[in-house]
């Protein structure tokens, strides 16, 4: 739980997806295993790349292929997509907690957006097959636009669409580009310490506004 004081509701919840609302990090992990299984090469464990699931299929082959993968990027990436694309939702679940979450802020009159930079091909195929996200209108996709977090503007992108000012916006997410995106579309910023963060990450430095270690706690940032 944050140590953040009482502070004013937000009108507007924007969330990450992949380590915020959604645990996607088995079925990324099964889809880089795919591709590393395919050349006969070593496989990746849960715990190697958990953490690395937020930085999506780059920062995953990355650490697979090191630097052979700045050779091999467009190759191993559609390798990649394509595994992924195709066992999207096998292991993936809502984290515990979301979909409360999602019913107090709905009870509440406070409106949700999605803004993922997951590709938009792959987060139309994924959140449809969880019922609690299907309420959620205002989807912003990695390349919905011509730019992707840390940019703030699809950020300021789902604001415009909800109606609602980004002053009144809080943005939630497990990354750093995910803090720096909000705090640039000046944004409050919550960090879900509960999502995919690696032991060598300085959160501090990011300047989240607050953290919370499970997505209920976000409601009691200003209900105590």
Not at 123 to 152: C, E, F, M, R, W
Request: proline letters at 6%.
């Amino acid at each position: 739980m944050s140590t953040q004081t009482k502070v004013v509701p937000p009108k507007a919840v924007l969330f990450d997806l992949d380590g915020t609302l959604l645990d996607t990090a088995p079925d990324l992990g099964a889809a880089l295993n795919t591709v590393l299984a395919a050349e006969q090469r070593p496989l990746i464990s849960a715990a190697e790349y958990t953490p690395l699931a937020s930085h999506g299929s780059a920062g995953l082959l990355r650490y697979a292929y090191g630097d052979e993968f700045d050779q091999r990027r467009d190759e191993l990436r559609q390798a990649f997509l394509a595994a992924y694309a195709e066992q999207i939702a096998v292991h993936t679940q809502l984290f515990d907690g979301v979909a409360n979450l999602l019913e107090q802020l709905s009870q509440q009159q406070i409106a949700v957006a999605i803004v993922t930079n997951k590709p938009q091909a792959l987060t139309q195929q994924l959140v449809p097959h969880y019922p609690q996200l299907a309420g959620i209108k205002v989807v912003v996709s990695g390349d919905t636009l011509p730019v992707a977090k840390p940019d703030p503007a699809p950020l300021l992108h789902a604001a415009t669409h909800l109606g609602i000012e980004a002053q009144h916006c809080w943005y939630v997410g497990d990354a750093e580009r995910d803090i720096e995106a909000g705090l640039r579309a000046n944004m409050f910023t919550v960090l879900a310490e509960y999502g995919y963060i690696s032991v060598t990450d300085d959160t501090q430095a990011w300047g989240a506004h607050a953290k919370i270690s499970h997505p209920l706690d976000l409601p009691q940032l200003w209900s105590n």
